[in-house]
């Protein structure tokens, strides 16, 4: 039987704290030699930007791959829709079929306060969001449980949304303040995480302060630009993959090449390669995603829910009847 897990079943089944500690997990045991991850794109012609995705999913250690078929919308709420087939990796029987706009807002965000918690410099209490999103706000959930904060300096374009963001996190206890650019984001935070559809460089070199991080989401497709590219030729640079960031991300749309990048999440994970060198120096993040993290997650959701006897069960591989033709 195959298990149908919606976004009410997979919040049900997974906590932030377990997420991450699959994610951190994952970006360790990625560094193995593999198959490098593949994403195949088809433009959409609904709207500018729009974008069909598929993306299968390996991990060593886990007896399962996944194949998301995700559309990503800019103009809709939510903007991203699908689904994430989990498979045994043995047979190819089809386990779960889960929500893949919960599984990506998860994975992105939760992946993304990881790495904001290992770049930051150690004492910040402050974190700035730019793009006031469901990846910006999942990435605050699972950044407030790696370390405490105190205050979130926020701006979107829609000054609605940011201050319906800033409501809720009043009401968590945090002081929040809406201010009407990036730019006064990034002066006012030693921490920033921007989470946006932008195709023009948010931010500039000077508008930085010395030794601040900066996690960059949406650098994940062709042509799409949070940062200027003199931020990223004089950051010390981390990415999720070389190959997609050289493909379609940071390293590719700045014009950089393999070895501009300090290293990769993973290696900042397991020690090889220290977070930063130098107090005043600026720090960036900037993942494209990758595959293996759905994975990471619908796998821990997918043995929680057979533990917990959670989800729908289809019979998907039911075989046909015989028919009698006596």
């Given at each position: 039987?195959?298990?149908?897990?919606?976004?009410?079943e997979?919040?049900?089944?997974?906590?932030?704290q377990?997420?991450?500690?699959a994610?951190?997990?994952?970006?360790v045991?990625?560094?193995?030699p593999?198959?490098?991850?593949?994403r195949?794109?088809q433009?959409l012609p609904?709207?500018?930007?729009?974008i069909?995705v598929?993306?299968?999913?390996?991990?060593?250690g886990?007896?399962?791959?996944t194949?998301?078929?995700n559309?990503k919308?800019p103009?809709a709420?939510?903007?991203?829709?699908g689904?994430v087939c989990?498979?045994?990796?043995?047979?190819?029987k089809?386990?779960a079929?889960l929500d893949?706009?919960f599984v990506?807002?998860?994975?992105?965000?939760?992946?993304?306060a990881?790495?904001?918690?290992?770049?930051s410099?150690?004492?910040?209490?402050?974190?700035?969001?730019?793009?006031?999103?469901?990846?910006?706000?999942?990435?605050?959930?699972g950044?407030s449980?790696?370390?405490?904060l105190?205050?979130?300096?926020?701006h979107?374009?829609?000054?609605?949304?940011?201050h319906?963001?800033?409501?809720?996190w009043?009401?968590?206890?945090l002081?929040c303040?809406?201010?009407?650019?990036?730019r006064?984001?990034?002066?006012a935070?030693d921490?920033?995480?921007?989470?946006?559809?932008?195709?023009?460089?948010?931010?500039h070199?000077?508008?930085?302060?010395p030794?601040c991080?900066?996690?960059?989401?949406?650098?994940?497709?062709?042509?799409?630009?949070?940062?200027?590219?003199?931020?990223?030729?004089?950051?010390r640079?981390?990415?999720?993959?070389?190959?997609?960031?050289?493909?379609s991300?940071?390293?590719g749309?700045?014009?950089?090449?393999?070895?501009?990048a300090?290293?990769?999440l993973?290696?900042?994970?397991?020690?090889?390669?220290?977070?930063?060198?130098?107090a005043?120096?600026v720090?960036?993040?900037?993942p494209?995603?990758?595959p293996w993290?759905?994975?990471?997650?619908?796998?821990?959701?997918?043995?929680?829910?057979?533990?917990d006897?959670?989800?729908?069960?289809?019979?998907f591989?039911?075989?046909?009847?015989?028919?009698?033709?006596?």
């Open positions: 039987m195959t298990l149908l897990l919606g976004a009410g997979l919040e049900r089944l997974l906590t932030p377990a997420a991450v500690q994610l951190r997990e994952g970006f045991a990625a560094l193995a593999q198959a490098s991850p593949q195949v794109r433009a609904s709207s500018p930007g729009s069909a598929l993306l299968p999913g390996l991990l060593p886990v007896p399962a791959y194949v998301k078929v559309a919308f103009d709420d939510p903007a991203i829709s689904v989990l498979h045994d990796l043995r047979t190819g089809l386990l079929l893949s706009a990506t807002a998860w994975r992105t965000g939760l992946s993304a990881l790495a904001t918690d290992l770049l410099p150690a004492e910040t209490r402050t974190v700035g969001i730019v793009g006031a999103g469901a990846q910006a706000a999942m990435t605050l959930h950044l449980r790696l370390r405490p105190e205050r979130v300096v926020l979107d374009a829609d000054s609605s949304r940011a319906r963001m800033a409501e809720v009043q009401r968590a206890g002081e303040r809406v201010v009407d650019s990036a006064a984001v990034a002066r935070c921490s920033i995480v921007t989470a946006t559809w932008s195709r023009r460089p948010l931010l070199l000077g508008d930085l302060r030794g991080h900066l996690t960059s989401l949406g650098a994940d497709e062709p042509g799409k630009q949070e940062l200027d590219r003199q931020v990223l030729r004089q950051a640079l981390i990415v999720d993959d070389l190959d997609l960031a050289m493909e991300g940071a390293l749309s700045a014009e950089l090449e393999r070895g501009d300090a290293g990769v993973g290696q900042i994970i397991d020690g090889t390669v220290p977070a930063r060198t130098d005043e120096e720090t960036v993040y900037s494209v995603g990758l993290q759905d994975l990471a997650l619908s796998w821990a959701a997918y043995r929680s829910a057979r533990q006897g959670a989800g729908v069960e289809f019979p591989h039911s075989r046909p009847q015989e028919v009698d033709h006596a």
